[in-house]
C-alpha cells in the first residue's frame, strides 16, 4: 500500500515538474473593438492555460475568471461611439469594402494611441523592462504596432486572426494574391468565371488597397511608434515578415479551397460549448410550447436594429408578422423594443439570449442572422437552417458561401434543406483531433523550434515584380513584339522588293 501512495506521489511529482519545466511565457494582444473577434480567442487561451502556460493578455473583453491563475488580463475601455458611427454612416450610404477598409483604419490609428498611453502598455516597451515572453501573438486585423514587442522580447512572432486572412497579411507572408479568385473575401462583387472587366476592378480594387496600407496606413503606424516609443523604433514592416506562425480560426468549409503556405494554420469551433448552455426558464417555456416549431433572429453582437434603413425594418415587420411561427430574436438594443414589439403576437424578443442553447433545442426551424462567421458555424454544428441578411464586413462573404451549398428557391424544401445542413455538420465534426488542441500544439511547436523559420516561404523578402515574375513578363512581352514587329517589316520588304520586282520586269516586257 505504501509501495502505490509512494509512486503515486513520485508520478505525480514528475508530471507536474514537467508541466513546470515546459510551461512557456506568453504576451498576448488583441485589442479589437468586437466582441465576436474576443470570443474566438478565448477557448484558445484556456486551453494554453490548461498546458501550464503563464499568459499576460491585452484585451477588451477579460475572462475576469478568479481561480485562473499566472492569468493576467490587462483590460482597456474604448468608446464603442466611433465603430458604432462608422457602422450607422455604412448602413446609411453605399461603401465599397475598400472605402470601408479605409475608414476602420482611422479607427485603428485612434485605438493604437490610446493603448500607447495606458502605463501597462509602455511598460512593456521600455528597454529597461525586466519583463520576458517566450512568445508573442498579436491579433493581426488590429494595429501592426504591436508586431514590434515580438522584436523587444526577441520571441517568435505569432499572428491570429478571428476571420481568414487578409491579403495584406497574404503579402507579408509571401503568400499568393488572387484578385478575383472567390476566397478574396474582401472584393464584395465577387463571382466565380468574371468577366475582364470584372477582373481588371477587382485587380485595382485590391492592389490600390494594399497600396494605400503599405504606404499610407503603415507609415502613419511608424510616426505613431515613434512619437510614443522613440525614433529608434524598428521596421513594423519587417516585423510582420518576420511572422512565425498565423492562426485563423475558421473552418475549411466555410472557405473556398486555395493554396496556402506551411506557416498558416487553421482552427475552429473554440467558441461552441461542447455542452449547450441553458435556457432561462422563460426562454425554454416559450420553445417547448413551439409544438410546431420556431424561428430564431439574431443581427450579433456588433450590429444594432437601428443601424437598418427603414425600408428594410418596415419588410422584416410585415414578413415576421406573416409567419405561423413562434419568434425568438435577439436584440442588443433596448429602445426601440417596445414599439416592435407591438406588431408582433407570438414573439420573445431580449437584449441577450444564450444562442448555442436556442440553436440545440430540438424545435427550431430556422435562424435569421446577419451572417457572422462565429454565427454560421454554430448554425452547421447543431445543423440549423440558415437565412443571411448581411450588412458590413465579411458577412457577405459568408452568406455567399453557404449559399453555394444549398438555396432556398421554392417553398416546402425545408428537409431538403434541413438535410444539407445535417450532411454539413457530419462533415464538421468528422476530424481526426480537436481543433483548438491543435493549434495549441502548433504554438508549442514554435517555441520549441525558435520560431521554426523554416515554415516561412522567403518570397516574402522578395519585390512584388520578381515575386510574381512581371519583369520576365514585360521583357518577353516587348521581345516578343518587337520580334513581330521585326517580322512585319522583314514580309513587308519582301512583299515590296517582290512587287517592285515584278513591276519592274514587266515595264520591261512591256
Not at 1 to 20: C, P
Request: some cysteine; aromatic content about 14%.
Amino acid at each position: 500500500m505504501n509501495l502505490i501512495i509512494g509512486l503515486t506521489l513520485f508520478f505525480t511529482v514528475l508530471t507536474t515538474q514537467r508541466t513546470l519545466v515546459n510551461s512557456k511565457k506568453l504576451l498576448i494582444v488583441v485589442p479589437s473593438p468586437l466582441y465576436s473577434h474576443q470570443i474566438a480567442y478565448q477557448s484558445l487561451w484556456r486551453k494554453l492555460h490548461e498546458r501550464g502556460h503563464e499568459l499576460v493578455i491585452l484585451t477588451l473583453n477579460a475572462i475576469k475568471d478568479p481561480n485562473l491563475t499566472n492569468y493576467t488580463e490587462i483590460n482597456y475601455n474604448i468608446n464603442y461611439g466611433k465603430l458604432e458611427k462608422i457602422l450607422d454612416i455604412k448602413l446609411n450610404r453605399r461603401f465599397t469594402e475598400m472605402e470601408l477598409s479605409e475608414l476602420l483604419d482611422n479607427i485603428r490609428h485612434n485605438i493604437t494611441e490610446e493603448l500607447l498611453k495606458l502605463p501597462n502598455i509602455q511598460k512593456l516597451f521600455v528597454s529597461t523592462s525586466n519583463e520576458k515572453f517566450d512568445a508573442v501573438i498579436v491579433e493581426t486585423i488590429s494595429s501592426p504596432i504591436f508586431y514590434l514587442l515580438a522584436q523587444k522580447f526577441n520571441a517568435p512572432l505569432i499572428g491570429i486572426t478571428s476571420t481568414q486572412l487578409r491579403n495584406l497579411e497574404r503579402y507579408l507572408l509571401g503568400s499568393p494574391i488572387l484578385p478575383s479568385h472567390l476566397s478574396n473575401w474582401e472584393i464584395e462583387d465577387i463571382s466565380n468565371n468574371a468577366q475582364f472587366s470584372q477582373r481588371l476592378k477587382n485587380f485595382i480594387d485590391t492592389y490600390y488597397y494594399m497600396y494605400y496600407w503599405f504606404y499610407t496606413f503603415v507609415p502613419i503606424q511608424q510616426m505613431i511608434a515613434r512619437k510614443y516609443l522613440g525614433d529608434n523604433v524598428p521596421s513594423i514592416i519587417e516585423a510582420g515578415q518576420n511572422m512565425s506562425l498565423v492562426l485563423a480560426s475558421s473552418h475549411m468549409i466555410n472557405l473556398y479551397s486555395r493554396p496556402e503556405i506551411p506557416n498558416v494554420v487553421y482552427y475552429n469551433g473554440g467558441h461552441i460549448s461542447k455542452i449547450p448552455p441553458s435556457l432561462p426558464t422563460d426562454l425554454r417555456e416559450f420553445l417547448d410550447n413551439a409544438t410546431n416549431g420556431f424561428i430564431y433572429m439574431s443581427f450579433g453582437s456588433t450590429v444594432k436594429y437601428n443601424y437598418l434603413k427603414e425600408n428594410t425594418k418596415t419588410l422584416l415587420t410585415n414578413v415576421l408578422s406573416k409567419l405561423p411561427w413562434p419568434i425568438v430574436w435577439s436584440r442588443n438594443d433596448a429602445d426601440s423594443i417596445k414599439n416592435f414589439s407591438y406588431h408582433l403576437g407570438k414573439i420573445f424578443i431580449s437584449k441577450w439570449v444564450p444562442q448555442q442553447g436556442i440553436l440545440a433545442h430540438p424545435n427550431i426551424k430556422l435562424f435569421i442572422y446577419q451572417g457572422g462567421l462565429q454565427s454560421t458555424e454554430e448554425a452547421i454544428y447543431y445543423g440549423v437552417p440558415l437565412i443571411g441578411i448581411p450588412i458590413v464586413f465579411d458577412q457577405h462573404y459568408n452568406v455567399k458561401k453557404i449559399v453555394t451549398f444549398e438555396k432556398l428557391k421554392q417553398k416546402n424544401c425545408y428537409f431538403r434543406y434541413k438535410g444539407k445542413m445535417l450532411e454539413l455538420q457530419g462533415i464538421v465534426k468528422d476530424v481526426p483531433y480537436d481543433s483548438v488542441e491543435n493549434a495549441v500544439w502548433w504554438i508549442e511547436y514554435v517555441i520549441r523550434n525558435k520560431g521554426a523559420p523554416y515554415l516561412q516561404f522567403n518570397e516574402k523578402y522578395i519585390s512584388y515584380y520578381q515575386r510574381y515574375d512581371i519583369d520576365i513578363i514585360i521583357f518577353l512581352s516587348i521581345f516578343i513584339t518587337l520580334l513581330i514587329i521585326l517580322l512585319l517589316y522583314i514580309t513587308l520588304k519582301i512583299f515590296s522588293y517582290i512587287i517592285k520586282h515584278y513591276t519592274f520586269i514587266k515595264e520591261k516586257l512591256s
